[in-house]
Every structure is written in C-alpha cells, then in structure tokens.
C-alpha cells in the first residue's frame, strides 16, 4: 500500500509527535511511505484568491502541486493532528483548503449542487488528540475530526475513512493512559 502520513504538530516532543513515531515505526515494511509535516516544511495555510487568480484554478496551482501529487500517489491517507478549540489546527485547515481543491478532490456539474467525488477509491485514518472530557466528546457533533471525515473525506472527496482514533482529555491524563493509548496506536498500525 502507498500511505500519506499528513502531520500536524509544531514538534515531535510531544503526544502527538510520540503517536507519529508509532505509526511510522509499526507500519509493514512492505508499504511505501511519504509525509507530510506541515509545520517542518512552513506550508503557508493562507489562500489567496482575486480575479487574476481564480479560486476555481486553485487545482493548477504550482505552489501545491507536491502536496496533490502525493495524495494521488497514495492509497491511504493517515492525519495526527490535536483538536484545538473544537478545530483542527489552522495550518492544516489551510492545507485541506489550499490542496482539496474543486477539480483536484472534487468537482461539480452544472447543477451545482452534488459534488463528483474525484478521490473516490482512496481510504484513510484520522488520529487526533484533544482536552475534551470522553463523557461530553461523544456527544459533540462539531469537531474537526469527524468534520474531516464526514464532511471534508467521505462526502466532498469519496475517501472512505477506516478509522477516527480520540485520545480525549489529555490535558489529565496519566502516563499509563498515555502509553495505553500508543499501543493501540502500534496495533493499529500493525494492521495497516
């Protein structure tokens, strides 16, 4: 399999900088593997569109040209990514706004209204992090990890999502939690 690791954190001290070493170091050796860490590589989250440069021509971007190169190289997408203030980080939602462009990830007809899934066949993983107690996270509909799934993969791209792995109130979590949680991680990836 061809996997996309799509990583945002702004270092690798951390939680979520541990659950990347655990995908990466538990993934089969047979699959090819690429990232993307958007903060290692300063990935400008902040679209720009005017009538010289249409937002419908985002897709012939030469700025984002890798970064939909290596999505339609993959087969699987993995995002790590904290939920901060219900949202995802603003660098990637500048990526999945810069790079998940219409015509690249999706495309209307002249009804406008039921998008052409253009990533159809493609599947992913969505691992996030957050400081929401689990007993109110359940019941929150409005995070950015199920909007990235739901609404952004499924629905807009034709990404089947596999898996949206939570690991909730961290903020109070104990080690042991911690290291419970990245060797569910290790499985997970195991079975990749």
């Known amino acids: ?11 690798h001290n951390s939680l979520n900088g541990a659950i990347f070493d655990a995908v990466i170091q538990n993934l089969n ?31 012939l971007s030469t700025e984002t040209k890798k970064y939909r190169e290596a999505i339609s190289w993959s087969n699987h997408l993995i995002f790590i990514f904290p939920i901060w203030w219900s949202s995802m980080p603003a660098i990637l939602k500048g990526f999945i706004d810069k790079v998940f462009a219409q015509n690249f ?17 493609k599947t992913a993983s969505i691992i996030v992090t957050h400081d929401t107690p689990q007993f109110i996270a359940k019941y929150i509909q409005k ?30 979590s104990s080690l042991k939690r911690r290291a419970n949680f990245l060797n569910k991680i290790k499985v997970y990836a195991k079975k990749l």
């Open 105 to 121: 990830a999706y495309s209307y007809d002249s009804n406008k209204i039921i998008p052409h899934k253009l990533l159809h066949g």
């Open 29 to 59: 050796n047979e699959h090819d593997v690429k990232i993307i860490d958007l903060y290692q590589e300063h990935f400008n989250p902040v679209l720009n569109f005017d009538k010289n440069n249409k937002r419908r021509d985002l897709f």
């Open 143 to 172: 995070d950015y990890g199920k909007i990235l799934k739901k609404q952004i993969l499924e629905n807009m791209c034709g990404i089947r999502v596999n898996a949206l792995i939570s690991f909730p109130n961290v903020r109070k």
């Open 1 to 11: 399999m061809k996997i996309l690791i799509i990583y945002t954190y702004p270092h």
